[in-house]
């Protein structure tokens, strides 16, 4: 193959996806990448607070649309779809709230959810541009009113008010009044998130970020009034209303110079929990964490990370013991008491209206998985709602403070809402959404296994092997690597979109012939905060490359392994570690795709792959991350690379796949590329993953041929 620079076209890709050359026959047949993509993503669980009813988006082929169920006279539940958005326009629909008496719901369309700040996307080349706005839809279905242009909208408790966020300023109006009044707004500096209204409707908290510090804000509509409680120097996040309405509790987590720098932060200055009288704003500090361990801030994946108890307990996570964990102290101060001991850690979280019990996803017991397990301030352990082989997470609570719903997930078939039984059972709350012609029969089970990084470091992976064949017939192999970094892959379909994704595409591909070990290297989530915080990883010695290296050797070991037809790939941090691994060990990987990769942690980036500044040796410090950069060693780069990567992405500068491509052609690497104009980070069209993935299946397919 000629080393100049390739281009992919998406067009001419979509050619090659009913190519069934690599797969394999099983009693089925195989299966074609536009099959195992063609489940609905569900996300955005919620659950309504009156008529037992729930609400999710979901997401088919690129058309995202919200679903809602509820609850029948037999006590069965009956869903359908209440918004017809029927096009793959990279718009996304999210931020679903409910009204208080279920009878509609506000939503966000458009724009990137991880970037709320930034100018919406616009992917599809939409002629009239992209937008991020609040829109009001009838449970009962109907064409969705546009309220304004924003994000996070609320209904106060009441129902009269709906609030929002748009450009600094806080918006709020009647919902009578939509169409024939315009809003009101309140002018509010930095950047606003979080409502959280009073349990008498009458004032909303929410945090003020100002970049390095933070602020609780206390709005009251009714009267146009604008307080700040308890201000200080540090980041105060995550309001809570105490249940008389009288007093808001909030976490407090120190400014330092250093905070956005890229590597382990396994200790900090101590974080705390802070009250302060909602009337007044003065404060007092309730609790603060030990010095050592546990002192850093590590937040739960859910909207909350305080929850005051209707008896007058705040329940909150903490990582004393290396593990992140539900703490429970009074609300007058005092002991604190563990809540969830063992060696595990506690992910998504959400509370019952009445205040009394929180439900959580957890790791407890299936270290590679997810279920579903209840607590209470007064509890003496956790009670397991959920078990079994599946994957179960982001738990609500029905109106009634019993039933829960979630989303589920197992080895074969994707992320989908559900309820628990009072059986313990999971009944599927729209299993008529699955593709008659979903191949989920035909996929494997991965297999968990344990191996030793090049240093020794034990690791921990999920192992997909080609349906069919004999003992030790050998065939190529490829690692998947995922991004985050903090971000962990489970045996079976991810809650994520972007891994629910990768998910398929590894199944694909062990479909089509290949052995594929998706790995969980040091620095993700599950496995403790020594673990994510891992010593001298990223751009402060990239020692994650080692638990790479070390799945390749695993896999030239294996005997049912081609050992010189080994691949890799992987996107964001994955794409950084697909690249170093390139460039530093082509002997042992043949060939890989990088998805969006970093690689040059020196170049400008967004705070989130920040550099230090505050070294003893500053140059030393940049010396370190240039060395843990995967363009240092692109020298002994010899391997082909398809690099894949949107020009508007919002996590890593695009200039990273720019500068790569430059060195790889100096050294006459044969490098690929297929860049989509206009795309972010975390695709917004589902084209283009559908391009991306027959682009890199088509990439293995020729780089790393069947064994004969």
């Known amino acids: 193959m000629s080393p100049l620079l390739r281009v992919f076209f998406p067009a001419v890709l979509f050619s090659l996806l009913s190519s069934p050359a690599r797969a394999q026959s099983t009693a089925s047949g195989p299966f074609t990448l536009e099959?195992?993509?063609?489940?609905?993503?569900?996300?955005d669980l919620t659950a309504a607070p009156a008529n037992d009813a729930f609400a999710w988006v979901a997401d088919v082929e690129g058309k995202r649309n919200i679903w809602i169920a509820e609850r029948s006279g037999d006590g069965d539940y009956s869903s359908r779809q209440i918004t017809s958005y029927a096009s793959d326009d990279g718009q996304e629909v999210h931020e679903l709230a409910w009204s208080p008496d279920a009878n509609s719901l506000l939503f966000v369309r458009g724009g990137s959810s991880d970037n709320p700040e930034h100018m919406a996307p616009n992917p599809a080349h939409l002629p009239h541009g992209a937008e991020e706005d609040v829109w009001l839809v009838a449970a009962d279905g109907g064409a969705p009113r546009k309220i304004g242009e924003g994000r996070s909208p609320t209904f106060s408790p009441s129902g009269d008010l709906i609030t929002w966020f748009s450009q600094g300023q806080i918006w709020y109006e009647s919902p009578s009044d939509i169409g024939t009044k315009p809003p009101q707004s309140i002018q509010v500096y930095g950047s606003c998130s979080s409502f959280v209204w009073s349990p008498d409707g009458t004032q909303l908290a929410f945090i003020s970020d100002r970049g390095t510090h933070s602020f609780i804000g206390v709005f009251s509509p009714h009267t146009d009034t604008l307080t700040y409680v308890d201000p200080g120097t540090s980041h105060d996040i995550s309001p809570v209303w105490s249940p008389d309405g009288k007093q808001i509790a909030f976490v407090r987590v120190p400014y330092f110079r250093n905070e956005e720098f890229d590597g382990p932060q396994r200790t900090g200055q101590p974080w705390s929990i802070r009250i302060a009288d909602a009337t007044t704003g003065q404060g007092r500090t309730l609790w603060k964490a030990d010095a050592g361990q546990g002192s850093v801030f590590r937040a739960l994946d859910a909207d909350n990370q305080i929850y005051w108890t209707a008896d007058q307990y705040l329940i909150f996570p903490w990582e004393k013991d290396g593990w992140l964990h539900f703490y429970a102290v009074s609300a007058q101060g005092g002991t604190v008491r563990l809540l969830t001991p063992g060696a595990f850690e506690v992910e998504n979280a959400a509370f019952s209206q009445d205040r009394r019990t929180i439900v959580f996803s957890s790791n407890q017991d299936d270290s590679e998985r997810r279920h579903i397990w209840e607590v209470s301030a007064n509890s003496s352990e956790p009670t397991a709602l959920t078990h079994g082989e599946g994957i179960e997470t982001q738990p609500v609570f029905g109106s009634d403070n019993r039933t829960v719903a979630v989303l589920r997930s197992d080895a074969r078939i994707p992320i989908r809402p559900a309820v628990i039984t009072n059986s313990g059972q999971l009944r599927d709350l729209a299993p008529q959404t699955i593709p008659a012609n979903f191949p989920a029969a035909q996929m494997v089970a991965p297999q968990p296994v344990i191996y030793s990084a090049s240093d020794g470091m034990k690791i921990h992976g999920d192992l997909f092997l080609p349906p069919g064949g004999?003992?030790?017939?050998?065939?190529?192999?490829?690692?998947f690597v995922h991004g985050g970094s903090q971000r962990q892959m489970l045996l079976g379909w991810h809650y994520m979109g972007y891994y629910s994704n990768a998910y398929a595409l590894n199944e694909y591909l062990a479909s089509r012939g290949y052995v594929v070990l998706s790995?969980?290297?040091?620095?993700?989530?599950?496995?403790?905060?020594?673990?994510?915080?891992?010593?001298?990883?990223?751009?402060?010695?990239?020692?994650?490359?080692?638990d790479v290296e070390g799945a390749g050797l695993y896999l030239r070991s294996r005997c049912d392994v081609e050992s010189a037809h080994i691949g890799i790939w992987?996107?964001?941090?994955?794409?950084?570690?697909?690249?170093?691994?390139?460039?530093?060990?082509?002997?042992l990987f043949s060939a890989g795709v990088d998805m969006s990769g970093v690689h040059d942690w020196n170049i400008d980036h967004p705070d989130n792959f920040r550099i230090s500044d505050t070294a003893a040796d500053p140059n030393a410090r940049w010396k370190l991350a240039w060395e843990s950069s995967p363009l240092a060693s692109v020298k002994s780069w010899r391997s082909p690379v398809l690099l894949v990567q949107g020009d508007n992405d919002d996590e890593v500068p695009f200039l990273q796949t720019l500068e790569l491509a430059s060195a790889l052609?100096?050294?006459?690497?044969?490098?690929?590329?297929?860049?989509?104009?206009?795309?972010?980070?975390?695709?917004?069209?589902?084209?283009?993953?559908?391009a991306a993935y027959t682009a890199t299946a088509e990439f293995f397919d020729e780089h790393l041929p069947l064994a004969h």
């Open 570 to 587: 992987g996107g964001s941090w994955g794409g950084f570690l697909t690249a170093l691994a390139l460039a530093r060990a082509s002997d």
């Open 470 to 479: 004999t003992p030790c017939e050998r065939h190529p192999a490829v690692v």
């Open 519 to 546: 790995i969980n290297y040091r620095s993700g989530i599950g496995y403790g905060l020594d673990f994510r915080e891992a010593l001298q990883y990223g751009s402060t010695g990239a020692s994650e490359f080692r």
């Open 35 to 43: 099959q195992v993509m063609s489940a609905p993503f569900n996300s």
């Open 665 to 690: 052609r100096q050294e006459n690497v044969d490098v690929r590329q297929l860049i989509f104009p206009d795309e972010v980070h975390d695709f917004l069209l589902f084209r283009d993953w559908m």
